[in-house]
């Protein structure tokens, strides 16, 4: 066999060409990419990853609420509550600690179970929503305190303080009164709590009126009033339904009409008039003594009366009623007369001008009320300069 020559180079830079041969085909490995297991999104780090699952996946909060109302960190429960009314979201996980017991696991049925036996003490709740792809947590605290009255607490409550209200005035003095007459009633803390709501209301209406006003300044009225709505919004009663929406109509708030109409219609219907002052008088007439066809009564402070009782003569479009012309004009030199009532009184007499055609005088009542969301529309429509 024959031979050709070859230049024979040293064995390092053999080998060192082999290598640059290999180098130059090989891929380079590709770099870790770590997938969302959300929304299938790479990144490249884990520290990018979990920043990218907290802020575009936030985790949903626990969420603990009774019928349409979302439950606040810390609740005082006054009435009785109903197994459906109880929602639980976004909480796998609930511990619950028992009247200052320590805290122990329970499943949604058993704390549902409790929520409704339970009429006094406190129930502290955690509810823990935890993802395992990311290991996250979300935590709500409750702390629910329960003071639910026995219903025979509350009727004989209701019977002292209708008894009371029907003998004597509006007055500090009555509440006082009042308060003495329900003792039996009022050792539980519920019920204590209940008939110190009505004393409330009867102090505010009584400061409302300018009695004691030495002790207390007319501004306190709208503080004894909240102290009583804030009892009494939770009970179902006539009475306590009755009083809210009279404390609201004070204060105010409209909103509720439809409800105060059930119990007290005149205040339900006055109420629709400041909610809704262009539907009113655009709409028909109300017809005579409508609002007056249920015999629930309420005590009231005067002035409130004498509005609501306006208020009504204005539905039934009666503008020209000697009524009327008695009673309206003079609310403004009411004392004292708080700025609640001031507005309204001259929506009141905006209405009674323009029901007779007297736009001229009506604008200064529609100018005093301009700032008031419920009558914008209604002074834009005849104010378009404002």
Same mark, same amino acid.
């Given at each position: ?150 219903? =025979?607490?509350?009727? !004989? #409550? $209701? ?6 209200? *029907?003998? &004597? ?106 909610? =809704?002052?262009?539907? !009113? #008088? $655009? ?6 003594? *409508?609002? &007056? ?94």
């Amino acid at each position: 066999m024959g031979f050709i020559d070859w230049i024979q180079e040293p064995a390092v830079e053999r080998i060192g060409q082999f290598r640059d041969r290999q180098w130059s085909n090989h891929t380079p490995p590709p770099e870790p990419k770590f997938r969302c297991s959300l929304c299938s999104q790479e990144f490249p780090t884990t520290r990018e990853l979990l920043s990218h699952s907290r802020q575009s996946h936030p985790l949903s909060l626990p969420l603990l609420s009774l019928g349409s109302e979302l439950l606040l960190s810390t609740t005082t429960i006054r009435k009785p509550i109903n197994r459906d009314e109880i929602l639980i979201e976004h909480g796998p996980e609930i511990k619950i600690a028992v009247d200052g017991d320590h805290y122990h696991q329970i499943s949604k049925e058993k704390l549902s179970q409790l929520l409704v036996e339970k009429k006094h003490g406190r129930v502290d709740i955690r509810i823990k929503n935890t993802r395992a792809c990311d290991d996250s947590h979300a935590f709500s605290n409750y702390h629910i305190y329960f003071r639910v009255p026995s219903k =025979s607490d509350l009727q !004989a #409550i $209701d019977r002292a303080f209708t008894q009371t209200m *029907a003998k &004597l005035p509006i007055a500090v003095s009555s509440a006082n009164t009042f308060w003495e007459s329900c003792i039996d009633h009022r050792k539980a803390i519920a019920s204590s709590d209940y008939a110190n709501a009505l004393s409330n209301y009867i102090i505010g209406m009584a400061v409302k009126q300018g009695d004691q006003m030495k002790a207390l300044s007319f501004d306190r009225f709208k503080d004894k009033f909240l102290e009583a709505l804030e009892v009494l919004r939770h009970h179902d009663t006539p009475l306590a339904a009755g009083i809210s929406e009279i404390v609201r109509f004070n204060l105010n708030d409209f909103t509720n009409w439809p409800r105060a109409s059930e119990t007290l219609p005149a205040l339900g219907a006055a109420a629709s008039f400041f909610q =809704s002052p262009v539907t !009113a #008088i $655009d709409g028909p007439a109300k017809p005579k003594g *409508a609002a &007056l066809n249920k015999t629930s009564k309420c005590p009231v402070d005067d002035l409130t009366e004498r509005i609501i009782k306006a208020s009504i003569i204005i539905l039934e479009k009666r503008y020209d009623d000697n009524d009327l012309e008695t009673l309206l004009p003079p609310l403004l030199k009411w004392l004292p007369l708080g700025e609640y009532d001031r507005l309204k009184i001259h929506a009141l007499l905006a209405a009674m001008h323009m029901g007779r055609k007297n736009i001229h005088l009506a604008e200064p009542h529609l100018r005093a009320i301009r700032s008031e969301p419920n009558f914008k529309l209604w002074v834009e429509n005849n104010l378009p300069s404002v």
